[in-house]
């Protein structure tokens, strides 16, 4: 998330929150905040911990605060969202990533990744969490 500049391509990350699944897909952005987020690097100081991943399976408390943590960090290139809830009342997370998080450019590809539509793929969603960081 530190340069994303992608060649002018927004990725969007789905996360699902199905047994800790991750999926990305394009899907329209509801609700968007069209203020101008603050830099990220205020709020670094308020974090206790460095922003890594570790080479573990994350659980969904894990793979959630991971997400909130990179939003917060990075409110410049990504915007975090919910489209819902699991059947077991988790929030299924959508993390845009772009150089213009909360805006839709026409004629700029928007890229999906898609990762753990299957609780059981782990790896798939271990994955995606790299990708994102």
Same mark, same amino acid.
């Given at each position: 998330?530190?340069?994303?500049?992608? /060649?002018?391509?927004?990725?969007?990350?789905?996360?699902?929150?199905?047994?800790?699944?991750?999926?990305?897909?394009?899907?329209?952005?509801?609700?968007?905040?069209?203020?101008?987020?603050?830099?990220?690097?205020?709020?670094?100081?308020?974090?206790?911990?460095?922003?890594?991943?570790?080479?573990?399976?994350?659980?969904?408390?894990?793979?959630?605060?991971?997400?909130?943590?990179?939003?917060?960090?990075?409110?410049?290139?990504?915007?975090?969202?919910?489209?819902?809830?699991?059947?077991?009342?988790?929030?299924?997370?959508?993390?845009?990533?772009?150089?213009?998080?909360?805006?839709?450019?026409?004629?700029?590809?928007?890229?999906?990744?898609? /990762?753990?539509?299957?609780?059981?793929?782990?790896?798939?969603?271990?994955?995606?969490?790299?990708?994102?960081?």
């Amino acid at each position: 998330a530190t340069s994303m500049s992608f /060649a002018g391509i927004t990725i969007l990350f789905i996360v699902m929150a199905v047994e800790c699944c991750i999926v990305a897909a394009i899907v329209p952005r509801p609700g968007l905040n069209r203020q101008s987020p603050k830099h990220y690097t205020m709020h670094h100081a308020q974090l206790d911990e460095s922003y890594t991943v570790d080479f573990k399976y994350h659980n969904y408390e894990q793979m959630t605060e991971f997400l909130k943590t990179t939003s917060l960090l990075f409110q410049n290139f990504t915007y975090l969202y919910s489209i819902g809830q699991s059947v077991e009342e988790r929030e299924l997370w959508v993390m845009v990533v772009s150089s213009s998080p909360y805006d839709h450019i026409v004629g700029k590809p928007d890229v999906k990744y898609v /990762a753990n539509i299957h609780g059981d793929e782990a790896v798939g969603r271990e994955l995606m969490l790299h990708l994102i960081h």
